[in-house]
């Protein structure tokens, strides 16, 4: 009977071990908050450990898993409790020039749970780590280029250019998602449904 319990699926078409393990790593990505962020240069946007959260959601639950931990954690953000990095609240970073940053963790989190699904049922550290840096920096440095542009009121070069000096912390990051992702897959396998792409 308790089989049954994880095993059903909900209206959204997650078991409820599926909505467990999104709870989890919403908490992860909480609880990476609590170092705090730092700020360098002048765009205000702070270097914080909860990308590695969203690219770690990404690598080991796949994208719907994935993008309903991003989800749970963002909508307690927004209902006002400060589990951004730094105790901001999501309402804070939404009205910020950091909004698009914010913005893009969900289509991130998209991005590396799919590209990581296609890889499957093996996961590699090398294809990992480039998807992880395509979701993790790309789409999001995409997303926060242009919330700087809309709330800052910068050019789109302008805007681009102070990613610069994040990049190093964030490939570090990547690279660290995609070796505990490898492990995580190792030990626990079908974590991912693979997603094969049909050909004609």
Same mark, same amino acid.
């Given at each position: 009977m308790p089989t049954e319990g994880r095993t059903r699926k909900t209206a959204v078409g997650l078991t409820m071990r599926d909505l467990a393990q999104s709870a989890v790593f919403a908490a992860l990505i909480a609880a990476l908050g609590l170092p705090g962020t730092i700020t360098v240069g002048s765009s205000g946007v702070p270097i914080t450990l909860q990308t590695l959260g969203v690219m770690l959601a990404g690598a080991i639950l796949g994208w719907r898993k994935g993008a309903l931990a =991003? +989800? /749970? #954690?963002?909508?307690?953000? /927004?209902? $006002?409790?400060?589990?951004?990095?730094?105790?901001?609240?999501?309402?804070?970073?939404?009205?910020s020039p950091t909004a698009? #940053? #914010?913005? $893009?963790? +969900? %289509?991130?989190?998209?991005? /590396?749970g799919?590209?990581?699904? +296609? *890889? *499957? %049922?093996?996961? @590699?550290? /090398?294809?990992? #780590? =480039?998807i992880n840096v395509i979701g993790g920096l790309g789409v999001i440095y995409l997303f926060g280029t242009i919330g700087l542009m809309? @709330?800052?009121?910068?050019?789109?070069?302008?805007?681009?250019s102070t990613n610069g000096i994040y990049v190093? $912390?964030?490939?570090?990051?990547?690279?660290?998602a995609a070796v505990?992702? @490898?492990?995580?897959h190792r $030990?626990? %396998?079908g974590l991912i449904t693979p997603l094969r792409v049909k050909r004609r």
């Open positions: =991003v +989800l /749970i #954690f963002s909508t307690l953000a /927004i209902c $006002g409790l400060p589990i951004l990095a730094g105790g901001r609240t999501g309402l804070v970073s939404l009205t698009g #940053f #914010f913005i $893009g963790w +969900l %289509p991130a989190v998209i991005v /590396i799919l590209g990581t699904a +296609l *890889m *499957m %049922p093996k996961y @590699r550290v /090398i294809p990992g #780590f =480039v809309v @709330r800052a009121d910068m050019t789109w070069w302008a805007a681009l190093t $912390g964030d490939l570090v990051k990547a690279a660290a505990v992702a @490898r492990q995580v $030990g626990y %396998p």
